[in-house]
């Protein structure tokens, strides 16, 4: 199976939060299945640096009401074949990739990511300059959700998947963006890419794609709900029949505590003594007192509202109480960032901050810690809970999308069969997290309790296989259902 995987952001070139990691493993995934694969990506700085030497597609095309443009192509993380938008007017700068360094988006992203989208479509289309075609595209999130729609208009092209990583970031743009963008008018329509009167890319790529995934089950259904469907429940629940929930994996080479060059040790299930090593090493480095004994907990995420970070915030002072400590990572919302620092100056030695985004010591936290903060309001799917279980740090999630699917709760029953990987609660307080965390420290201080929870996670498999054989299905499906 040809496939064109169209995405925003792509580990290891360029990350902002999970989709990179997914879009890093994924593709590589389902090449070892067989499937040809090919991911296609703007080209930003940080990709054409990381990418050092490239060929040059043999041609500089023009899309309608878009700056000229060449397709490079590289191959990046185990080879995977990678087609590169290199335009300068719209991604060579400084700042982010979405955002300006003042944490501004764009004011031109509607073009940006129009040109992805638009790209992408020219590629699945009969009338695409490149030899290689592909039979499905796989869009990802609103930045790559127009190209089902550019391509619904123009006979005989591949049908598109479309997954949705985030349904509260949609891409809405005023409504004369659709002249902008060449989009055809028939588009523009509350059946089609009209949202209020305004243009939605991802509501776009929700109607025309053949077929919809969202990355865990759980998050498939309650995205069909006013509470979690951000105003596009209607349209997929009308899609249902369309609509799969596929749980993402993790990269298991990336994310493997017994080779992580990150660490200050190795370890393994079989051979745990490195993981305290790891605890030490992470109490120096971010000036906690040094004490094995104390119960370590940490948080490494986008400081939003989405991430419940505001709640482990409020519960930090009671937490500190019980002699535990505290580490965050992350950066975002300004008022969050400033409320951590704050606590991190009146808790000295034991609340340690680091506002910024830091791969490496992202995982000297998976692994130095005791226990991973999740509490998220919403989460379709989540990585770091699963990296935690992998590197012997129960989580503590909140009951919602694809933490209920991946993390089993621990009670005397789950303890008994061995099946409880971390702590989940409902009730989406501080109170109801500081209750959870409670909970957990009473295990914590159960070694023989402790260790089976450490076993249980540590032996579990979060690989991409299983995942990408449903991604496969999914093509498959797409392929021979007609419109
Ligand atoms: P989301 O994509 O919603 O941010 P995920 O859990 O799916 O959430 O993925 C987040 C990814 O980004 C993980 O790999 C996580 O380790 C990483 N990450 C988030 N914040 C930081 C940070 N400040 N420094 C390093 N890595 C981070
Ligand atoms: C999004 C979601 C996160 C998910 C990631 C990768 O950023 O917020 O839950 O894990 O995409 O699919």
Known sequence: MRVLFVTSEAAP???????????????????????????????????????????????????????????????????????????????????????????????????????????????????SPVEWKPEVVHCNDWQAGLTPAYMHFVPDSAPCVMTVHNLAFQGVFPPQTVEELALPEGSFHPHGAEYYGNLSFLKAGLYYARHVTTVSPTYAEEIQSEELGFGLQGLLKNRSKSLTGILNGIDTEEWDPATDQALAQTYSLVKMTGKAANKLALQKLMGLTVDPAV???????????????????????????????????????????????ALAKEYPGQIAVMIGFDEKLSHLIEAGIDLFLMPSRFEPCGLNQM??????????VHATGGLVDSVVDCTPDTLAKLSATGFVFSEMTAQGLLACIQRALVVYQDKKSWGKLLSAGMSKDFGWQASAMKYHEIYEAALSTKE
């Not at 995420?301 to 505001?310: A, E, I, L, P, Y």
């Not at 990296?387 to 503590?396: E, F, L, V």
Request: hydrophobic share 45%; with cysteine.
């Open 295 to 341: 119960p370590l907990l940490g948080l490494v995420s986008r400081f939003t509202h989405q991430k419940g970070v505001d709640l482990v915030l409020e519960v930090a002072p009671e937490l500190i109480a019980t002699k535990a400590q505290l580490v965050l990572l992350g950066s975002g919302d300004a008022v969050l960032q400033n409320q951590a620092k």
């Open 387 to 396: 990296y935690s279980q992998r590197y012997g740090t129960p989580p503590i």
């Open 13 to 127: 070139l360029v990350k902002t939060g999970g989709l990179a990691d997914v879009s890093g493993a994924l593709p590589s995934a389902l090449r070892r299945l067989g499937d040809d694969v090919r991911v296609l990506i703007p080209g930003y700085p940080q990709v054409l640096k990381a990418l050092g030497t490239f060929k040059i597609e043999a041609f500089v095309a023009a899309a309608e009401g878009f700056p000229d443009f060449r397709l490079l192509t590289s191959e990046f993380s185990e080879g995977v074949p990678l087609w590169v938008i290199d335009c300068p007017l719209l991604y060579q700068r400084e700042g982010g990739i979405y955002q300006d360094s003042m944490g501004d988006d764009w004011s031109d992203n509607a073009l940006r990511f129009g040109l992805l989208s638009k790209v992408a479509a020219m590629l699945g289309s009969p009338s």
